[in-house]
């Protein structure tokens, strides 16, 4: 009589199969009509840029991870089934298959999964029937003997961290939520269920979405980066199939070029250019050119992790063709909603909107002037100050401003230490206190302040209550469109009785949106004049990367586009932050002043308490037609911008 926990104990001591999953998907896998235009048995040689992808996921080779950045109806999906259907044969153990959202994975369970096990029988044989008592086949869980296979949503926390995994599939990664019910990125929670397996597998696939905020691009640009690289027909040029460019090389002249070409004036054929030779390929050369193709790696990469990268010019024969990718270009091109369907589902590319193009550091850069840090050219009458709190560290910025609201910074810099600790604070009191030179020799101390409240509230609020008849404030961004740049305050500070204290801290709400839309349309402006924005020379790089940081794109939200500010996830934008809320000060200002007549207020008060005369702060004053706004240049004095009050 056998004994079922001896026989057990000796498949465990099994070494895996030198079995690939290509292999294993030739010799069992069967399409099923409901789920495939291609009902059969599988042909890996039908899609040969799939059968690198799926042996790098077999149990013998040593890749940990791997990316699938792709166009849609590419094979991706397929090929993450083969391998799950391998594993639960070939390799047992447990695994968990991640969709967008629950219910997504509900019909995926229902539609692709339910459909491979029934027409695959060697998986018929290990998965029970669903509609047995007790058989451990539900739309959420698989059993089979030796492991699990578990399906979830990416928007469930519960679901990703249920229990420890080998074998890990991360379905259309870009439709994951950046945050899962305040746990955090959906990936990383669903990855630390690997940890424990020294042989793990992950498999991460999707179809591109926004520049910079696409998890799959982030995912494939710190892999290897392979291309599939075929051979021209004419020639035998190994080159990887692309939209636009014959090279890597921007500078080239043909750089922007397509590569698609009609081959008759009435649009009935397409072709494409070889980058070496020049010569048309017909499309009746793909599938001998698919069959000669290669993988080839185009970054270092990490050793553990491979990148592919493809696009729907690689489709088989039968299914998208050069003609109809040509036509549906010509359709989108005036539209820019199908022009970003096209970008994204057909080109396998990440979409950067023409209106949102960030802005480049290194040129902007470029346009620091020959004014010094820690000064205010002649133009400028008051200066505000933002500040970011870090754990680490306060960085702030000081810019002055004047009519029109010209501005020119005067200071960018970070105060390391602890800000839970008093010493920082203190040395952010002596920023807003130090004077700084004006070009006309006065002394000129920083008026107000917002200080952001993200984080560390408490000691924001602290700092805020202590100094704010020095025109301190407390901040907090808000990323609705449309909101003013400073908002109304709410009082903050509450007795034992939860009553808002009278003389508590005060919270002003700050637009962060509609700063970042006026304070990026201004970098844009290249002369001087009402709005510039001016640098003085010798600013680090990292204030030009921080303040160049984000773009703002469009997303659809519940059926309904929405503009929203995104970055990559690894760049620092506290340098922007700042820039906001020196902004916001700024408008704060206004509401302690007669905003019709503030500028000359500002100057005259300047011009007072430096004991000089100025002949016009503004145009439109005593003389329409005198110079921008200027003050005569006198010995040095002290100006102390902070206990100006409403005139």
């Known amino acids: 009589m056998s004994d079922p926990y001896l026989e057990g104990f000796a498949a465990g ?143 469930s926390a519960a679901g990703l961290r249920s229990m420890p995994v080998r074998f890990l599939f991360l379905d259309e990664i870009d439709a994951y939520p950046g945050d899962v019910e305040g746990e955090g990125d959906p990936i990383d929670l669903a990855e630390k269920r690997t940890t424990t397996f020294a042989r793990r597998k992950v498999f991460l696939v999707s179809t591109p979405t926004v520049k910079d905020a696409s998890k799959v691009e982030r995912e494939y640009e710190r892999s290897d980066r392979r291309r599939y690289f075929v051979p021209c027909p004419h020639c035998g040029t190994m080159q990887w199939l692309r939209w636009r460019g014959f090279n890597d090389d921007q500078n080239d ?55 592919y990268h493809i696009n729907s010019l690689y489709s088989p024969a039968g299914w998208k063709s050069w003609l109809s990718i040509l036509r549906e270009f010509e359709q989108a091109a005036s539209d820019p909603s199908k022009l970003k369907t096209f970008v994204n589902t057909t080109l396998g590319e990440t979409w950067e909107e023409a209106h949102a193009v960030r802005l480049d550091a290194e040129g902007l850069a470029k346009r620091a002037e020959n004014y010094p840090l820690l000064s205010v050219p002649r133009g400028g009458l008051v200066i505000t100050a ?21 501005s020119w910074l005067v200071n960018h ?86 009553q808002t204290i009278k003389h508590g801290v005060q919270l002003y709400p700050v637009g962060s949106d509609t700063a970042k839309v006026t304070i990026y349309g201004r ?33 659809i939200v519940n059926g309904f586009a929405k503009r929203v500010w995104v970055k990559a996830d690894q760049a620092r934008n506290e340098a922007l932050d700042c820039e906001v809320y020196a902004l916001a000060a700024l408008h704060y200002l206004y509401s302690r002043h007669n905003r019709a007549t503030f500028w000359q207020q500002m100057a005259a008060r300047l011009a007072k308490s430096a004991e000089i005369e100025v002949e016009s702060a503004t145009p439109g004053l005593e003389a329409e037609e005198s110079a921008p706004p200027a003050v005569a240049a006198i010995g040095p004095g002290r100006i102390s911008l902070a206990g100006w009050s409403r005139a």
Not at 416 to 440: A, I, K, Y
Request: with cysteine; proline share 6%.
């Open 13 to 155: 001591l099994q070494l895996d199969p030198a079995l690939t999953v290509s292999e294993w998907s030739d010799e069992h896998r069967l399409l099923s009509s409901k789920a495939s235009a291609e009902p059969g048995r599988w042909r890996t040689d039908r899609t040969p840029y799939l059968r690198e992808i799926m042996d790098s996921l077999s149990v013998y080779d040593p890749t940990q991870r791997v990316v699938f950045m792709k166009s849609a109806q590419i094979g991706g999906t397929e090929a993450g089934n083969n391998w799950l259907g391998y594993c639960i044969h070939h390799a047992p153990a447990p695994i968990l298959y991640v969709q967008p959202t629950v219910e997504i994975a509900k019909k995926v369970s229902k539609q692709r999964l339910e459909p491979m096990i029934d027409e695959t029988a060697e998986l018929r044989a290990l998965i029970a029937p669903a509609r047995a008592r007790d058989s451990g086949n539900t739309l959420f869980m698989k059993e089979f003997r030796g492991g699990v296979l578990m399906l979830t949503g990416a928007n």
């Open 386 to 406: 933002g500040v970011d709190v870090q754990h680490d560290r306060l960085e702030f910025v000081q810019r002055a401003w004047g009519p029109g609201e010209e």
């Open 253 to 307: 002249p043909r750089a922007k070029e397509y590569r698609l070409r009609w081959l008759d004036e009435e649009r009935t054929r397409a072709g494409y250019v070889c980058e070496d030779c020049g010569a048309l390929i017909e499309e009746r050369h793909k599938t001998a050119m698919l069959a000669g193709g290669e993988w080839r790696a185009t970054a270092p990469g990490d050793g553990v992790t491979r990148g």
């Open 413 to 498: 810099a970070a105060l390391m230490g602890d800000p839970t600790r008093m010493e920082v604070w203190e040395q952010l009191l002596d920023v807003l206190n130090m004077p700084v030179t004006h070009e006309s020799g006065a002394q000129v101390t920083t008026y107000a302040a917002i200080v952001d409240s993200g984080y560390l509230s408490n000691e924001v609020y602290a700092f805020a209550r202590t100094h704010r008849r020095r025109h301190v404030l407390a901040g907090k961004g808000m990323s609705t469109p449309g909101r003013p740049i400073i908002g109304k305050p709410t009082r903050q500070d509450i007795n034992i009785r939860g």
């Open 523 to 555: 970098f844009r402006m290249t002369e001087a004049g009402p709005g510039a924005y001016h640098w003085p020379l010798g600013l680090s790089e990292d204030y030009w990367k921080q303040v160049t940081a984000e773009r703002q794109v469009t997303r």
